[in-house]
């Protein structure tokens, strides 16, 4: 017996195609029907007739290292349950769970233990590692502990990836670091990810990078060598590489609006992957928190060390939506490549990133503010918006 859901009334939004007012049939966890008008009985319904209800592929967090009290790092199941129980408030079905700088028994801990988890039904789901440091400069290390700071290691990097069960999905690095292409060309021929961070490359180092097979940059703007007329940097490289993705710390404090509107306007938004980089405090009051073992002191607005520095967000991916929107005023088919198409391309997933049959039923509604009403984790509702649905 197929356990269904019907979404009638609702304006259907796509990276590639116009959106249009229609049904959504979920069978099972899956997509399984999509049209303007479904004449079928289900066993449950969400009726968004007249609602001015926006239906988004769930929302593809792609670096996040914690939220409502755990993190990543904490290398425990019940930090990860935390962590996937808490997202699809914000509209976020999936994640790549985030490491940062750290030992190597630390970061092998925090990896074991995302082999064994699985997302529970109502959580978001885990698509695998983002691997952020150690293999870092320090000259831009931001957040991330300077101590455990190490040039990229082919073999430790195989140890980790095997101790994850092959979930390594993005590795974040200064390619000024390596010596050659081996590293970068080793990882890209697996299928990883290799994204240009936390980096002082040259425009030239990172030009090389993108020949050897770097495909992104993590968290632009922030923690690598910025634009100058005669040093483009990592920034004017990430702007004018075609073949590079950027990530977009879209809380308006990691990144000016005016920066956040540049990127969108050199990239286009078939290259830009909205992020939050949220930390454990996200969700929280404010207060001082860890993040590797530093205190980090959270206001209302952001997450900080004592001497300054950012340290993460507690950014949501629905407010990064409100924040993009507003000063881009850029489109539906536009929110939902920089929202989860994006990264589902990148992460070369199939069956995410759209709202078609054969995908998996992952699903966020907002109302015409952007705003998360109800969002929908691989057929279940995960969240309801109080006194809404």
């Known amino acids: 017996m197929k356990n269904s859901l019907l979404i009638s009334g609702i304006t259907i939004a796509d990276a590639n195609e116009e959106s249009f007012v229609g049904d959504i049939l979920i069978e099972d966890g899956q997509i399984t029907r999509v049209a303007e008008n479904l004449e079928v009985q289900a066993d449950s319904y969400i009726d968004a007739t007249g609602k001015n209800w926006t239906a988004f592929p769930g929302f593809i967090d792609i670096h996040i290292h914690g939220a409502a009290g755990h993190d990543v790092m904490d290398g425990t199941p019940e930090a990860l349950n935390g962590l996937a129980a808490a997202l699809p408030k914000e509209g976020t079905t999936s994640f790549l769970a985030t490491t940062m700088t750290q030992t190597d028994e630390a970061i092998s801990v925090a990896l074991q233990n995302i082999q064994a988890f699985k997302a529970q039904e109502g959580q978001a789901e885990m698509l695998g590692v983002h691997l952020e440091g150690p293999f870092i ?11 455990h700071i190490i040039n990229p290691s082919l073999p430790l990097f195989n140890k980790w990836q095997k101790l994850s069960g092959d979930q390594i999905r993005v590795v974040t690095m200064a390619p000024e670091t390596v010596t050659d292409s081996t590293f970068i060309q080793s990882l890209a021929n697996e299928g990883v990810t290799v994204s240009i961070g936390h980096s002082d490359a040259t425009f030239e180092e990172v030009q090389k990078a993108v020949r050897s097979g770097a495909k992104h940059v993590t968290h632009l703007y922030n923690q ?6 005669r040093n483009p940097g990592v920034v004017g490289a990430a702007l004018l590489e075609d073949d590079l993705s950027v990530e977009v710390i879209a809380d308006f404090i990691h990144s000016h609006p005016s920066a956040v509107e540049l990127a969108f306007r050199q990239k286009g938004a078939e290259h830009v992957i909205l992020i939050t980089d949220a930390m454990r405090a996200k969700g ?24 300054g520095t950012l340290a993460g967000s507690i950014l949501t991916m629905e407010k990064a939506i409100q924040n993009v929107q507003s000063i ?3 489109s539906l088919n536009e ?54 649905v």
């Open 137 to 147: 400069s320090d000259k831009r290390a931001g957040a991330q502990p300077i101590e």
């Open 224 to 229: 690598m060598s910025p634009l100058h007329h």
């Open 284 to 307: 929280l009051s404010a207060g001082v928190y860890d993040l590797g073992g530093q205190d980090v002191q959270v206001t209302e607005k952001d997450a900080r060390l004592a001497d």
């Open 328 to 330: 881009t005023h850029c």
């Open 335 to 388: 929110l939902v490549a920089m929202t989860s198409a994006n990264a589902a391309a990148a992460l070369g997933l199939s069956n995410k990133g759209k709202l078609k049959a054969g995908m998996d039923a992952d699903v966020a509604i907002v109302d015409d503010s952007f705003t998360v009403q109800l969002t929908i984790c691989r057929g279940t509702i995960a969240y309801k918006k109080e006194n809404r």
